[in-house]
């Protein structure tokens, strides 16, 4: 079974910039989820799709967006890059209905963006 | 204000010996917590994890321990293998709470095992 793939896997930007990330889950799993890691920060929580919806969402600004798509494949947006949103994003797909329950994440190899 | 903190951003264990690697929480709602492992370049991989109702669970080598009243949990590894050197992350989630926050991690213990 193929793991989470996630696209591109590095990417650089400038200030005021957009940049939007591309997930393909597990197949069969129907959640989605993505997370920013910084060193500063550690790994922190943006939101998790499932079934094309937005269920959850962590304390980030609305320049951050996301959405998924029918076959639960997601897509993240940064709109107005500023320096601080240099970052490796990773996505992560489960099976289950509620984020952080018993079925596990799968986690993708995330995304390095560098923002200049 | 950190939840979710692992206090240690290094550990040096030689090969055989038991890791030991600890995590504690602030967050009185978390009732689930999982451990995972970090390779440069790769995403996080699920270890092991515990729930509240428990306070042990193993694996293999690794067994979690949650001490509830400390709000503390550690992860021990026996025997360290080379192998295990990478970036372990604890995580908390308030599952009773419909885990609406998500996983909160920790900035992680980096373990090497040294021959």
């Known amino acids: 079974k193929a793991g989470v793939t996630q696209t591109p896997r590095y990417l650089i930007k400038t200030r005021g910039q957009q940049v939007t990330l591309s997930c393909s889950p597990i197949s069969g799993h129907r959640s989605v989820s993505w997370y920013q890691q910084t060193p500063g920060q550690g790994l922190q929580f943006l939101f998790e799709?499932?079934?094309?919806?937005?269920?959850n969402k962590g304390n980030f600004p609305g320049r951050f967006s996301g959405r998924q798509f029918s076959n639960s494949r997601s897509e993240m947006n940064v709109s107005t890059l500023e320096l601080g949103d240099s970052a490796l994003y990773l996505c992560?797909?489960?099976?289950?209905?509620?984020?952080?329950?018993?079925?596990?994440?799968?986690f993708g190899p995330g995304t390095r963006l560098t923002v200049l | 204000d950190q939840q979710v903190k692992q206090n240690s951003p290094s550990l040096s264990v030689q090969e055989g010996r038991i890791s030991i690697l600890n995590c504690d929480y602030t967050n009185s709602m978390f009732d689930y917590f999982l451990w995972y492992k970090k390779y440069p370049a790769e995403g996080p991989t699920f270890l092991i994890s515990i729930s509240s109702i428990k306070d042990k669970n193993e694996d293999g080598r690794f067994t979690v321990f949650l001490n509830k009243s400390a709000k503390h949990l550690s992860l021990h590894i026996v025997p360290s293998q080379p192998g295990d050197s990478a970036v372990y992350f604890c995580a908390a989630s308030a599952l009773s709470g419909g885990g609406a926050d998500g996983l909160t991690f920790g900035k992680g213990t980096h373990l090497i095992i040294q021959p």
């Open positions: 799709y499932f079934s094309e919806t937005q269920r």
């Open positions: 992560a797909s489960s099976v289950g209905i509620t984020i952080g329950a018993s079925d596990t994440q799968y």
